[in-house]
Antibody
C-alpha cells in the first residue's frame, strides 16, 4: 500500500534552516509529481511546492519562493524540502502529498520556528 | 492565488444529509473538472474523499458525493454518521502556470 513518511521537523530559531524528508513506498515513486503542503496550527491547508515526476519542473507558493527548495531523489524514493531563512509564520505541520490531486498524504512533521 | 470559499461550519443529525459549498472563479473551479474534497479528523492527515468533481476513490463510502455548477462545487454527505464529524477541504486545479491546486478555507462538519 502507498506510504509516505515525513521526517526532519523540529524547533528552529528564526533565520535558520531545516531540511524535511518524505520517504515513499508502495508505488512507483518516479512516476508521480510530489507536493509539500503545510497547515499552521488551527488553520487551513496551504500548498507549498510541487516537483514533477522527473524533478525537472518545480513551482513554489509566493510565501516561500526564494527561501524553500523542493527536490527529489528517485533512486532513494525520497522527497525533500530545504527550508532556509525560516520565519515564525512558517510554523506548521508539513505534509508530503502524492500527485497533482494530492491522492495520498503522509502523517506530517511539525516545524516550529521560535526563538 | 486566493483560497476557495467554504462556509466555516455545517451540521446535521445522524441519518440526515449535509452539503458543503466551495466557491471559486472561472480560473479554477469553473474552468476545470479537477475539484477534490478532503476529510481531516483532528490530529490526522487529510484523506481524499472525492476527485475530479464526482469520483470516489476506492474505499470511500457512497454516502459521499460531489457535484459542480459554474464556479461552485459541492460535497454532499448523506446518511450522516458520527465518524463523518471532521473538517472538510475542497481544492481545485488552478492552471498550468504553477501546476498547483488551490485549497478551500475549510468547513467543520458537526454531527448533532
Amino acid at each position: 500500500q502507498v506510504q509516505l513518511v515525513e521526517s526532519g521537523g523540529g524547533v528552529v530559531q528564526p533565520g535558520r534552516s531545516l531540511r524535511l524528508s518524505c520517504a515513499a513506498s508502495g508505488f512507483t515513486f518516479s512516476s508521480y509529481a510530489m507536493n509539500w503542503v503545510r497547515q499552521a496550527p488551527g488553520k487551513g491547508l496551504e500548498w507549498v511546492a510541487v516537483v514533477s515526476d522527473d524533478g525537472s519542473n518545480k513551482h513554489y507558493a509566493d510565501s516561500v519562493k526564494g527561501r524553500f527548495t523542493i527536490s527529489r531523489d528517485n533512486s532513494k524514493n525520497t522527497l525533500y524540502l530545504q527550508m532556509n531563512s525560516l520565519r515564525a509564520e512558517d510554523t506548521a505541520v508539513y505534509y508530503c502529498a502524492r500527485n497533482l490531486g494530492y491522492d495520498y498524504w503522509g502523517q506530517g512533521t511539525l516545524v516550529t520556528v521560535s526563538s | 492565488q486566493s483560497a476557495l470559499t467554504q462556509p466555516p461550519s455545517a451540521s446535521g443529525s445522524p441519518g440526515q444529509s449535509v452539503t458543503i459549498s466551495c466557491t471559486g472563479t472561472s480560473s479554477d473551479v469553473g474552468g476545470y473538472n479537477y475539484v477534490s474534497w478532503y476529510q481531516q479528523h483532528p490530529g490526522k492527515a487529510p484523506k481524499l474523499m472525492i476527485y475530479e468533481v464526482t469520483k470516489r476513490p476506492s474505499g470511500v463510502p457512497n454516502r459521499f458525493s460531489g457535484s459542480k455548477s459554474g464556479n461552485t462545487a459541492s460535497l454532499t454527505v448523506s446518511g450522516l454518521q458520527a465518524e463523518d464529524e471532521a473538517d472538510y477541504y475542497c481544492s481545485s486545479y488552478a492552471g498550468s502556470n504553477n501546476l498547483n491546486y488551490v485549497f478551500g478555507t475549510g468547513t467543520k462538519v458537526t454531527v448533532l
